[in-house]
T-cell receptor, first 113, second 113 residues
Framework: KAGVTQTPRYLIKTRGQQVTLSCSPI?????VSWYQQTPGQGLQFLFE???????NKGNFPGRFSGRQFSNSRSEMNVSTLELGDSALYLC????????????FGPGTRLTVL | AQSVTQLDSQVPVFEEAPVELRCNYS??????LFWYVQYPNQGLQLLLK??????LVKGINGFEAEFNKSQTSFHLRKPSVHISDTAEYFC???????????FGSGTRLSIRP
């Protein structure tokens, strides 16, 4: 069974731009969660989608948004990029909910210049 | 509110020595606990999880952890480490009343030959 894939793996943007990251979950998984990982803040939960609906949301500004499609693929968008948005963005999929094992993708490394 | 503390940011050990990575959590309700490992330039991989039942949980790669409710701890142990165990380890908690997993700040395990 193929794992979680994330595209692109690396991205360089400048302040003020916007970016869209993509995540394809494991086949059959309906829950997709997004995390931001930085050296200073560690792993922080962004949001979770289940069956095309946002089920949970972390404490991030409205510039961070996401969506999930009917095939469970998910995208996250960050608008008006700031230097502090530079991070590794991880996507994880699971069958149903948080008690299920989450399977993580390799991440997208975003650098904002 | 739930929180998780990993007491050691770095743990150096010699190869074939035992290791314990400490994790304490706080939550006013029952919890689910997880340990994840992150190898360089990769996403996270689940090592083990405690949902209920036996307090001693065995995971992959020879790791185990013990849930101690009275001490609110979930320490990770391995009796004999290998060079390949060099990675960052994250403890995470999900309370039964919450909807998102909270990760600790991580412990970097470095193995000396």
């Amino acid at each position: 069974k193929a794992g979680v894939t994330q595209t692109p793996r690396y991205l360089i943007k400048t302040r003020g731009q916007q970016v869209t990251l993509s995540c394809s979950p494991i086949s059959g998984h309906r829950s997709v969660s997004w995390y931001q990982q930085t050296p200073g803040q560690g792993l922080q939960f962004l949001f979770e989608y289940f069956s095309e609906t946002q089920r949970n949301k972390g404490n991030f500004p409205g510039r961070f948004s996401g969506r999930q499609f009917s095939n469970s693929r998910s995208e996250m968008n960050v608008s008006t990029l700031e230097l502090g948005d530079s991070a590794l963005y991880l996507c994880a999929s699971s069958l149903l909910d948080g008690t299920d094992t989450q399977y993580f993708g390799p991440g997208t490394r975003l650098t904002v210049l | 509110a739930q929180s998780v503390t990993q007491l050691d940011s770095q743990v150096p050990v010699f190869e074939e020595a035992p290791v314990e990575l400490r994790c304490n959590y706080s939550s006013s309700v029952s919890v689910y606990l997880f340990w994840y490992v992150q190898y360089p330039n990769q996403g996270l991989q689940l090592l083990l999880k405690y949902l209920s039942g036996s307090t001693l949980v065995k995971g992959i790669n020879g790791f185990e952890a013990e849930f101690n409710k009275s001490q609110t701890s979930f320490h990770l142990r391995k009796p004999s480490v290998h060079i390949s165990d060099t990675a960052e380890y994250f403890c995470a908690v999900l309370s039964s009343s919450a909807s998102k997993i909270i990760f600790g700040s991580g412990t970097r395990l470095s193995i000396r030959p």
